[in-house]
Nanobody, 118 residues
Framework: QVQLVESGGGLVQAGGSLRLSCTAS????????MGWFRQAPGKEREFVGRIASGGGTYYADSVKGRFTISRDNAKNTVYLQMNSLKPEETDVYYC????????????WGQGTQVTVSS
């Protein structure tokens, strides 16, 4: 049974930092591309960034230089370090997994709420 479980969300002041974690089970984590997305109520889901199985990363322009994605394949965990957070980044953050040759993410977590106060 595939599971992705996010943690680390919470309330932070603008300009602050949070680190989200996503622990996976039920598939060969090290072989998968892991992505982070976010979504606010009534808005479309937004791509934040992703990390390839080999560690290469790619970020949305809106977070480049402030967010960092890393992974620990021994722990089946991917991380999202978020710095200099802005109030408009208050969202539910999701991790997701896709096989490298697929274009769609086929496994999703339940999400963790991040609230940035002004």
């Amino acid at each position: 049974q595939v599971q992705l479980v996010e943690s680390g969300g919470g309330l932070v002041q603008a300009g602050g930092s949070l680190r989200l974690s996503c622990t996976a089970s039920g598939f060969i984590f090290s072989a998968y591309v892991m992505g982070w997305f976010r979504q606010a109520p009534g808005k479309e889901r937004e791509f934040v960034g992703r990390i390839a199985s080999g560690g290469g990363t790619y970020y949305a322009d809106s977070v480049k230089g402030r967010f960092t994605i890393s992974r620990d394949n021994a722990k089946n965990t991917v991380y999202l370090q978020m710095n200099s957070l802005k109030p408009e980044e208050t969202d539910v953050y999701y991790c997701a997994a896709r096989y490298p040759s697929y274009s769609e993410y086929n496994y999703w977590g339940q999400g963790t709420q991040v609230t940035v106060s002004s």
